[in-house]
């Protein structure tokens, strides 16, 4: 297969659905040659929110120390290659459709998930280019995860909330039983779980399989110094060692608790001050790292983001509701996919939102527009709907003053396709 072909192959996976369990994932390695105990010391991130800036800022942080990284997040946002980075450089196509082809007949055998293809594939690279260290996150929950056959040496739990509840549980203490499952014996576990129910149930599994948790709210202070709009200065004092005048390249109070957590998990990894500075400041350089919260355009001011889910969306807007009062209005192109509680998510933007786009966008996972339109309508939120993402966003530009906010919003789909209408200038994250 070429890379088209390999492609075509796995998106229709999807449609499967997931299978409870570790057994397709652990005979598709077998397939390979057992990729998963060649992965260098691996790090295991799991959490509702924050995990792909925590595996991010972790990969980033390890390259600067001079180590080769493998770094594994999902979903993509243009190419399927993004979610598999070796030192920051996707992963080639010609080698996605080189596994590809060798796992073909095992995963129609076994009815393989998109996931779970896409996890092995990232094994057999990492393990191929030899890497030194791999981050690994997590897709959905952690215990039947496709990434939990890893014997991982650190285990992250960046944060607990009601997702998925489908799958993983209707509580915060079932949820994080879940997640807490990819925690190996004698391991470092770092957490910036704040809820108390989850938290009992984080410890206590750590401690039955004798592992040392680290609780990053309890340990890692991190005051903000200055916020502004992609300038935020922080003084950080962790048990180990204090960062005066931390500049981050991003902005949002809510990546501060990200912040800890990497600072905290890096210094039990015996990084060092430099490295770390180093790693988070060139967070977009060294791993393509980006819409989140991210300025894409300066007049009107277009922010794109990948916030999808409510306890997410909460934290985003309270970040955004500090500078409202510096935009005439603010328009927000929003899309959700099926299963997310896009009510939760609306309620929480309609005191940032002057006006709302709701824009088709390309999945067969997209949420019904009439159920969007109707959330607008009981929540008294001026709206319109289009054929297209690049539609809604054209149309919000149209209606926009240079004065404006417009934020896309709501789906790693809709930031995706907007990143894929054109070719975006590089424009930097701290104003001049």
Not at 340 to 359: G, I
Not at 362 to 388: H, K
Request: glycine share 6%; hydrophobic share 40%; aromatic share 6%.
């Amino acid at each position: 297969m070429n890379f088209q072909e390999a492609i075509a192959f796995i998106y229709p996976l999807r449609r499967f659905g997931q299978k409870p369990g570790l057994q397709n994932i652990q005979q598709l390695c077998d397939k390979l040659g057992n990729p998963e105990r060649r992965l260098g010391k691996v790090v295991h991130v799991a959490g509702t929110n924050g995990k792909g800036s925590v595996s991010a800022m972790l990969a980033s942080i390890c390259m600067e120390s001079g180590e080769k990284v493998g770094l594994y997040t999902s979903p993509h946002l243009v190419s399927f290659t993004e979610r598999i980075r070796v030192n920051g450089q996707p992963i080639s196509e010609e080698k996605v459709a080189e596994i590809c082809t060798e796992l073909k007949s095992e995963v129609e055998a076994l009815g393989a998930t998109f996931f779970e293809v896409t996890t092995a594939i990232a094994f057999k690279c990492f393990a191929d280019e030899a890497v030194e260290i791999a981050v690994i996150e997590t897709g959905m929950g952690g215990r039947l995860d496709a990434t939990n056959i890893v014997a991982s040496d650190c285990t992250v739990i960046t944060n607990i909330g009601l997702e998925h509840t489908e799958w993983l549980g209707e509580t915060t203490g079932k949820i994080a039983a879940e997640k807490a499952a990819i925690i190996r014996p004698k391991s470092n576990v770092i957490t910036g779980v704040k809820d108390l129910e989850a938290l009992e149930v984080i410890t206590r599994v750590a401690r039955e399989r004798k592992s040392k948790i680290h609780i990053a709210p309890a340990v890692v202070d991190v005051q903000v110094v200055s916020e502004g709009l992609f300038e935020m200065s922080l003084h950080v004092r962790s048990l180990r060692r204090s960062y005066h005048g931390f500049k981050i390249p991003f902005f949002g109070v809510y990546q501060t608790e990200n912040i800890a957590i990497a600072i905290l998990t890096a210094e039990k990894m015996n990084f060092s001050e430099e490295n770390i500075r180093n790693g988070i400041q060139k967070l977009s350089e060294n791993t393509g790292f980006r819409a989140r919260l991210e300025k894409m355009e300066s007049s009107p001011l277009l922010l794109l983001d990948v916030t999808h889910n409510a306890f997410g969306m909460k934290r985003t807007v309270r970040s955004l509701m500090k500078f409202k009062s510096q935009f005439r209005s603010v328009r927000v192109v929003f899309a959700c996919v099926s299963g997310k509680d896009a009510d939760e998510m609306l309620e929480h933007l309609k005191p940032l939102t002057d006006a709302m786009y709701l824009p088709k966008i390309n999945t067969e996972r997209a949420m019904d527009l009439g159920r969007l339109s109707s959330i607008c309508e009981r929540l008294e939120i001026q709206y319109t709907i289009y054929d297209s993402s690049s539609a809604a966003l054209e149309k919000a530009r149209e209606d926009a003053s240079s004065d404006d906010l417009i934020l896309v919003t709501g789906s790693f789909y809709l930031a995706g396709e907007i990143l894929a209408t054109k070719q975006w200038p590089k424009i930097q994250v701290f104003d001049e």
